[in-house]
Each structure stands twice: as C-alpha cells, then as structure tokens.
C-alpha cells in the first residue's frame, strides 16, 4: 500500500528490537562505507564480514529470538550497535522505499510484522509519516539511495550502448535470474571490489559525492579497461548496475529491459 508523508501511521516504533530478526536489510556502498567506519575497519573489511549477497545484505548470524529467528550481526546487548550509522531500511522500517519514475514511493506492506513483535507500538500516539522519516533522520540514506538509482540507471544505458552481439541480452537474461550472491561471483574481482568498496572513506559524511565519486572511478574503469572488447565491457557493466540495483530494490529483469531497450536504441 503506498503511503504519503502525510498519512498517519497506526503505530510507533518503540524501539523494541524485533525487526532486528530474521529481516533481509539492504546495504548500498556507501552503507558499507559509514558502517566500515563505525565498525574501525576498512569498506572491504566491512564488506566481507558484515555482509553477505554479494555483498548486499547485512548478515544475520546474531543470537536466535526465541522464535527460530536469528539478529542481525550487529545487533548486541544494548540494541544496534551502529545505530548512528544504521542503513536506510533499518531507519524506514516497517516502511519501504521504492523510486518509480524517478520518485520517491513509500509504501506499508499489508502484512508487517511490528503488531507480532512489539504489539506494544499499536497502543503508542500517532504521528505523521513525515514526522517518523525525519526522526530516522532517513536524510541522507535518501539521497546516497536515489543518488545510485540514476548511477544504476546510467550504467545500464551504457552498457546497452556497448553491447554488440545477440548474446548479451541471453546472457543478461541469465544473469538478472540469478540470486546476487552467484551474480556477483561473476564479475572479475577487482570489478566486485570497485562496485562495493570503492574506498572514499573521506567522503562517507556527503553521500552525494561520494556516490558521484563512486561513479567517476567506474566509469573511468570502464574507458580503461575494455579497449576493443565493447561486449565484454557490456556485460561487466550490467553486471554491476544489477549488483547496485539489489539494494534500491530494482527488479533485475526491469534492469534487464532498460538496457536492451538502450541496445535497441543505439542499433536502430
Ligand atoms: S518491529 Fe516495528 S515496533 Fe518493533 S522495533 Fe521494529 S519497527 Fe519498531
Ligand atoms: S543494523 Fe542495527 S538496526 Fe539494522 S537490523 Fe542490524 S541491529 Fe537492527
């Protein structure tokens, strides 16, 4: 059900901790990044131990709730342990976040699971979506979300650009089916360190450039790296703009025909 900054919402969190249990929580780069610092590690450190799917997921191998649930890895005794640096679906939660045409979307599920595990959030006051979005202070994980939304898009439309045979939309097909953990073995490693541990430690606080900064080392990654193999670098770059997508929670078969339908463009 999509919902508007102005809706009311019929509970408040209470902190409870539930949601931090057996829920799949999304990480961008720049999430890896903010947590590599809360956490004293470097991206790639972060990345390998704290994530898993290709490095797109948090991990969930915390202690079991009593219900066959297992915590996120950083959940410890006193709640989050990088609650200041929590990811943008942590903060949104029971909300998710969907852009469709270049907005923004908010949507409740039906069916969120706050009433079974903190029944005591339906008996709190009321507030506004607006309002539980700014207390999350959910800012800037916005802005890092969207900003990768145009990169994803972006470098799906370069790699149609790119792509000369027939055998890049099969392959493609095949790829976007995959989970992002088997995707992500597919790409040369140092294409998989460059698409989650970019390494910008010092722009972690501006999400926007980072994410700009970001975008800046892959393509020039790509001008430098594929010289008279336009496939090949057709297919490593949808390969990332689908590892980048995961997080935004882009369907891979939509990636998938936004970048045959630039191929179509580019060959007509
Ligand atoms: S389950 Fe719902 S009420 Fe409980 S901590 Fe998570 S978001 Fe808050
Ligand atoms: S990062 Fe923190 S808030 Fe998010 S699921 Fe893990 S412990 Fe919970």
């Known amino acids: 059900m999509d919902i508007h900054p102005l809706d ?17 929580i999304a990480v961008t780069p720049w999430e890896i990044a903010r947590l590599a610092r809360a956490t004293g590690q470097s991206a790639a450190q972060a990345r ?31 709640g989050c342990s ?21 907005h923004a ?30 207390q999350q202070d959910v800012a800037d994980g916005e802005v890092a979300h969207d900003a990768y939304g145009r990169l994803v898009c972006g470098l799906l439309a370069h790699a149609g650009q790119l792509a000369e045979s027939e055998e890049f939309a099969a392959e493609l097909h095949v790829r976007a089916a995959l989970d992002p953990g088997r995707r992500a ?17 010092e722009l972690v606080d501006d999400p926007a450039t980072f994410v700009l900064a970001h975008a800046e080392r892959i393509l020039g990654a790509v001008a430098a790296g594929f010289a008279g193999e336009p496939s090949r670098a057709a297919l490593v770059v949808a390969t990332v703009a689908l590892q980048l997508g995961e997080p935004l929670g882009i369907p891979a078969q939509a990636a998938v025909g936004h970048a045959l339908a630039a191929r179509q463009a580019a060959v007509a």
């Not at 290709?54 to 915590?71: I, Q, V």
């Not at 597919?186 to 970019?198: G, M, V």
């Open 8 to 24: 009311v919402l019929h509970l408040t969190c209470v902190r409870g901790g539930g949601c931090c249990h057996a829920k799949q």
């Open 48 to 78: 390998d131990r704290l994530t898993t799917a290709g490095g797109t997921r948090l991990r969930t191998e915390g202690a079991d709730d009593g219900r066959g649930h297992a915590a996120c890895s950083l959940l410890g005794a006193q």
């Open 82 to 102: 990088v609650h200041a640096d929590r990811p943008l679906a942590c903060r949104l939660f029971p909300l998710g976040r969907n852009l469709a045409e270049g």
């Open 105 to 134: 979307v908010y949507h409740m599920p039906e069916q969120h699971r706050c009433a079974d595990l903190c029944p005591e959030a339906l008996a709190q006051p009321r507030r506004r979506v607006g309002e539980w979005l700014q």
């Open 185 to 201: 073995a597919l790409l040369p490693r140092p294409w998989f360190e460059l698409a989650t541990a970019p390494g910008l430690p």
